[in-house]
């Protein structure tokens, strides 16, 4: 009879903790992003406690792309959608107007908290806003706290977690990062002049105290005019730039054009808007922007001894 | 039967119509649909952290934005679980920042030789009281690259909201390098000390200005 009652109270307490199991993977809240690094930001902050998913394909070209009607399918499943909501992705706010989900639909805006600054090297222009915060240590925390904080509003049973997971996960960035800056202690940082093909990389830059002294692109993907190229050249020249990072993934013959008129020495940086939405695509980007930046500093510093 | 001289009067005054049609339709449009280019109003003693810093106080400025949001967790977790020899210190001492938080602005790393190597200090910490009033600040000065403001302030303070709290943190900037440690951190204290306080130009005011979204 004992032997009866403990294997009655064992399966009840298995049917008891199977059903909450279900429960909370039925209350599982479904997050969209939009780009590839809210991908990583999210998947690390809400572990097993909520499902993420890409808006559009994750093989898709997040620039000037075109919203398709499996697009508006996804975004019908999901309870919240992670957006840069400044200027580089404004597909998606057609995405959720088509579907109809205006006021369904709660939108995080990753940006909301991030001091921004301007494109660089457009002195004497208007100032406009770089919405490239993503490719950066400093300002990507900002996010990944922005978003945990707004998770745990609307999940509060898990906003402890959500938020422990935000931190622990900064702690990582910040440690590669320093880890990264400590190899520039022989470097001579200050004299150290780049310019690049894209105007993604002003936070990157502004994390290591450094400057963007031109921008190739006017736009994401739009070859300057033939006049707007020659007065670059003649910038970089005067700027006395050393090193032009050009965009990973991207090939453009104009960089090689640039590199022929002004002997400047090319590397390469992630866009980190390319391949799987996985969790790890942020660190290991990022890692790899990292490794370029310090050996392009290396690289100038030994030409100059 | 007079047959009229053939002309391209009425041809001419239709295209000339329709010309100014569409000036008039695209001119109106234009109008309608162009940002102008905004610029937050301020105070005398206010300054905006987009339009008014340079590229080193922004990114000592941006930093200590996100610093703001760890030390407030930082604070809430030493008062909630205190390790050894926190139970009166819940605020983390600026070595702490360095060595332990690896924390911008206050890790000595690259960042912090190429904005001017500020030499940052505590310098107020508010007791871990019932009321929790007060403010706790964070002190930097010496700034030593040009042109940069060269002396900066995060003040820290919880915010009445109805019955509640919020967590606040307020940024100024002075534009003496070896501006004395503030004896207050008072706003007014501070505006008569010629302290200006850092207005954010955040994801928030910029979705305000392209889609009116508050």
Redesign the interface.
């Known amino acids: 009879m004992r032997s009866f009652l403990h294997l009655v109270s064992a399966l009840l307490v298995f049917a008891l903790s199977a059903h909450a199991a279900s429960a909370a993977d039925a209350h599982k809240l479904k997050i969209g992003i939009t780009l590839h690094p809210y991908y990583s930001f999210v998947a690390n902050i809400v572990g097993d406690k909520a499902d993420v998913v890409g808006l559009i394909d994750s093989h898709a070209n997040p620039h000037n792309y075109t919203p398709q009607p499996d697009d508006m399918k996804r975004v019908m499943t999901m309870d919240v959608l992670v957006v840069n ?3 580089h992705d404004e597909w998606a ?1 057609d995405i959720v107007k088509a579907a109809g989900r205006e006021k369904s639909l709660k939108l995080i ?10 494109i660089a090297a457009d002195e004497g222009q ?2 406009v ?1 770089n919405p490239h ?1 993503f490719v950066s240590t ?2 990507a ?2 996010q990944i ?1 922005t978003i945990a904080k707004e998770l745990g509003e609307i999940d509060k049973p898990n906003a402890k977690f959500y ?1 422990d997971n935000a ?1 622990a996960y ?2 990582r960035i ?2 590669m ?2 880890q990264f ?2 190899q ?1 202690a022989d470097v001579d ?2 004299s150290f002049r780049c310019a690049t093909m894209h105007a993604g990389y002003g936070y990157l830059m ?6 963007v002294a031109a921008v190739i692109e006017p736009r994401h993907g739009v070859e300057p005019t033939a006049r707007q190229l020659a007065e670059t050249i003649d910038r970089i020249k005067a700027a006395n730039v050393q090193v032009l990072f050009a965009e990973k993934y991207f090939a453009s013959k104009l960089a090689d054009t640039i590199k022929d008129a002004t002997g400047v020495q090319m590397y390469s940086f992630s866009h980190m808007s390319d391949g799987d939405y996985s969790p790890e695509l942020y660190e290991r980007e990022m890692r790899l922007n990292l490794e370029t930046l310090v050996q392009a500093m290396h690289d100038v510093s030994k030409k100059a001894k | 039967m007079i047959v009229p001289p053939r002309s391209g009067k009425v041809e001419a005054t239709l295209v000339a119509l329709t010309v100014v049609v569409i000036l008039a339709v695209g001119g109106a449009l234009i109008k309608a649909t162009q940002v102008d ?1 905004f610029e937050p109003r301020l105070f005398g003693w206010q300054i905006s ?3 008014d810093l340079n ?2 106080d ?2 000592i ?3 200590l ?2 610093a703001s ?2 030390l407030w ?1 930082i604070w809430g977790g030493r008062i909630e679980f205190p390790a050894p020899g926190e139970e009166d210190e819940p605020w983390p001492s600026v070595d702490s920042l360095d060595q332990q ?4 602005p206050f ?1 000595k ?7 001017g190597r500020v030499n940052w200090q505590r310098i107020q910490a508010f007791a871990n009281t019932g009321n929790q009033d007060g403010n706790s600040s964070y002190f930097g000065n010496g700034g030593t690259v040009p042109g940069q403001a060269g002396a900066y302030l995060l003040v820290l303070t919880h915010i009445h909201k109805g019955a509640s709290y919020a967590d606040g943190a307020q940024m100024w900037v002075h534009k003496d390098p070896n501006a004395p440690i503030p004896k207050l951190t008072k706003t007014d204290s501070l505006i008569a000390n010629g302290w200006k306080e850092i207005i ?5 005011v ?2 305000e200005r ?2 009116g ?1 508050k």
């Open positions: 909501g400044i200027g706010f805006y990753a940006n909301a908290e991030v001091a921004l600054i301007p208007a100032k806003v915060t400093t300002a925390i900002q706290f938020r931190r900064a702690q910040r440690t990062k320093t800056s400590a520039l940082v200050a502004q994390e290591f105290g450094l400057q | 280019n952290s987009f339009y590229p080193t922004q990114a400025y941006n930093a934005v996100t949001d760890e967790w938080y690896n924390l911008p890790v790393d690259v960042q912090w030789e190429q904005t954010p130009y955040n994801g928030a910029e979705l392209l889609k979204i």
